[in-house]
């Protein structure tokens, strides 16, 4: 009761305000447009009181009203003639609008709670349908003082339903992003899962294609071992089991698996033997670079490209026919600095194949245990050396040096060792002082040699001149004792 009355007060001061002519826009007041105006403001104010106060709209506080009535007339509370006329004159004016009478079917004369219900209805003239709906609440509020506890408690209904209900969609919203997390967490674990059966697969066929290779090498190392040893252990096999041949070939497979096995072991020891001098020599050369002289005898084979196909007889015959020698002597002979060369790599490897590959003298084979040399004069026009190479399959040493032209350093030769023995005196000082007269070109060092894994990229790199001369470019394959290499090169020179 008292909060329709408070409602009824301030629908009053909003009237009052209204035909006062107070609105946001500046209009003359008394116009139609203010009235729409102070029409809107006022039914906004009315929706916002009752929601306010009840909880509801004004229709779902009217649907909740209508109900009450319906359910609760004669039961609950008895309201007057002249009450439940009003409310049922309102609900017409709700639901059909004003009093039409062509629309509406006569009465009879004796009707008479038909004729005082459509006067009712005639009275309320042209009211407004949310104004009807405000009039039948505050009526059925007055009449009736269990229609507010039962607003109230479908208010507290309405807030549990929509606490339920947010809730509900809180519920659900947890549970579509632990679906989704879940979702991505599997999709995770699925390209992880084929992430690793990709790298075990490529690795087993990686293994599988180590085995199947050094299958082929043991079955190439044994087929040259067998045919060197195939009569001798059948001869052997027969004197062992003379009237067995199963047995003989049993036997032979034994002995020629053994003679396999020693073979493998004594190649072992040879590369850790030529691993370890090659570690040694490296340790003296890097202690002697403190020192102000270089001693080293290196003995390579020179190579070119040209001839690709020598064999080891001839590169011992070249190694021992003309040897590099290293030894600078501080007295003699200044030697020019050097500068160090600019090195890098690039990964376009198939492609400078493919380039070089137009060029036959470009490609060249470096047998297993050789040492091949490539001799790069200077031009006369150019300032720079550059070169590239790349391999197949497996890495290779490289190494770079720089024969002097005008520069040359002692050396002591055994060819005194050679010559048959004079019996004179004289003959022997004529050889030695024909000995010590030998010279040969100074070498420096640029790039030291060592292990490049050019199979996988390509190893490039410039040299300034330091003057005139040749550049050696070395391609070491002294320490694979079973695999030659094959080297893609080329070599120019700029200004």
């Known amino acids: 009761m008292m909060e329709f009355d408070r409602e009824e007060h301030g629908s009053e001061r909003i009237d009052t305000t209204c035909e006062n002519g107070i609105n946001t826009e500046t209009r003359a007041p008394g116009t139609e447009e203010d009235h729409k105006s102070c029409e809107e403001n006022e039914e906004h104010q009315k929706s916002w009181s009752l929601e306010r106060n009840w909880g509801f709209t004004l229709e779902e506080l009217f649907r909740l009203a209508l109900k009450f009535f319906k359910e609760m007339n004669g039961k609950a509370f008895n309201p007057t003639y002249e009450e439940n006329l009003r409310l049922v004159a309102l609900h017409k004016q709700i639901t059909l609008g004003p009093y039409n009478p062509e629309a509406c079917p006569e009465i009879g004369f004796f009707d008479v709670l038909g004729n005082d219900r459509r006067k009712e209805w005639l009275r309320l003239g042209s009211m407004a349908k949310e104004d009807a709906m405000e ?3 505050k009526l059925l509020n007055s009449c009736c ?6 607003v109230t408690s479908h208010k507290i209904e309405k807030e549990e339903q929509e606490k339920r209900q947010r809730e509900e969609e809180e519920r659900l919203r947890l549970e579509r992003e632990e679906q989704e997390r879940q979702r991505l967490e599997e999709e995770a674990r699925r390209r ?27 079955q190439q190392i044994m087929a040259v071992l067998n045919a060197q040893t195939t009569v001798q252990f059948q001869q052997y096999a027969k004197q062992q089991y003379p009237d067995n041949p199963d047995q003989q070939q049993l ?10 096995q020693q073979y493998i072991h004594h190649a072992l020891r040879l590369q ?26 290196e003995a390579v084979p020179t190579f070119n490209p040209n001839s690709q196909s020598k064999s080891l007889e001839d590169q011992e015959q070249q190694t021992d026919s003309k040897a590099f020698h290293l030894l ?21 490897i198939k492609e400078f194949k493919e380039k070089v590959l137009h060029d036959e003298d470009s490609v060249i084979t470096v047998g297993r245990g050789e040492v091949l040399t490539v001799r790069v004069p200077t031009h006369q026009d150019g300032s720079h050396l550059f070169w590239e190479f790349a391999t197949d399959h497996y890495d290779i040493g490289f190494g770079l040096y720089f024969e002097w032209k005008d520069l040359t350093v002692p050396t002591i030769t055994n060819e005194g060792e050679s010559t048959t023995d004079t019996k004179e005196g004289t003959a022997q000082a004529e050889q030695e002082k024909l000995t010590e007269q030998v010279r040969c070109p100074l070498v420096s060092e640029v790039v030291p040699v060592s292990r490049r894994d050019s199979h996988e990229e390509v ?24 695999r030659p290499k094959v080297v893609y090169y080329r070599v120019y020179y700029t200004r």
Request: charged share 30%; glycine share 4%; net charge negative.
């Open 135 to 137: 009039d039948f609440v």
């Open 145 to 150: 003082a269990l229609f507010a506890p039962y």
């Open 192 to 218: 992880e899962e084929e992430e690793r059966r990709i790298k075990e697969e490529e690795q087993r066929r990686k293994e599988e294609a180590e085995r199947l290779q050094i299958e082929r090498q043991k």
């Open 251 to 260: 036997l032979i497979r034994q002995l020629q698996e053994q003679h396999y």
């Open 272 to 297: 850790q033997m030529a691993s370890q001098t090659q570690q040694e020599d490296l340790n003296v050369t890097q202690t002697s670079e403190a020192l102000p002289a270089l001693v080293s005898n």
């Open 328 to 348: 600078v002597e501080g007295k003699s002979e200044e030697v020019p600095a050097i500068i160090a060369p600019s090195m890098w790599t690039r990964p376009q």
């Open 459 to 482: 190893y490039a790199g410039s040299h300034q001149y330091p003057g005139e001369g040749i550049h050696l470019l070395k391609f070491d394959n002294s320490y694979s004792l079973w």
